[in-house]
């Protein structure tokens, strides 16, 4: 089993560093996905400022910072990606789960939207509502609460 090491670079120069290791002879990686900007299709790197590699760096290598300690298997890389992609992206409420507004009102998430938005069913003068709410409009109701 090889050893994996992990570099650290400078803000956005993950592709210099790994042009720069790959002109020494040392194999390096620097994971991408597939980014869509109108018509548009562009490579971008989903671990911001780290280059991977199986061998240790050259001396003279100018883009290449410090290794990272402590990251050698799968578990420990998912902690340096950042989450980018819409199957990535994790939302803060479950459908069901209840909820309390910015205004006191509580209620029940009905729908995730996406982008951070929820359809948000609330009882207001005694009628059923479905709002639509920004994630950060909203908070958990604390679950021993009715």
């Not at 290449?64 to 050698?72: E, I, L, R, T």
């Not at 069901?96 to 029940?108: E, F, L, N, Q, R």
Request: charged fraction near 25%; charge should be positive.
């Amino acid at each position: 089993m090889t050893a994996l090491y992990v570099y650290r670079t400078k803000s956005q120069c993950e592709q210099k560093a790994q042009k720069e290791l790959r002109e020494a002879g040392v194999k390096a990686y620097v994971p991408t996905e597939k980014r869509c900007w109108g018509k548009s299709e562009r490579r971008v790197p989903t671990a911001r400022q780290y280059v991977f590699t199986a061998s240790l760096k050259p001396h003279d290598a100018e883009h290449v910072g410090q290794q990272v300690p402590g990251v050698a298997a799968p578990h420990e890389l998912r902690r340096l990606y950042i989450r980018t992609s819409t199957t990535q992206r994790r939302h803060a409420f479950a459908t069901g789960d209840k909820v309390v507004s910015a205004s006191g009102y509580p209620g029940t998430v009905r729908r995730v939207i996406g982008g951070g938005r929820y359809d948000v069913e609330v009882i207001i003068a005694h009628k059923c509502c479905i709002v639509k709410m920004k994630e950060s409009d909203i908070t958990l109701l604390h679950p021993h609460t009715k």
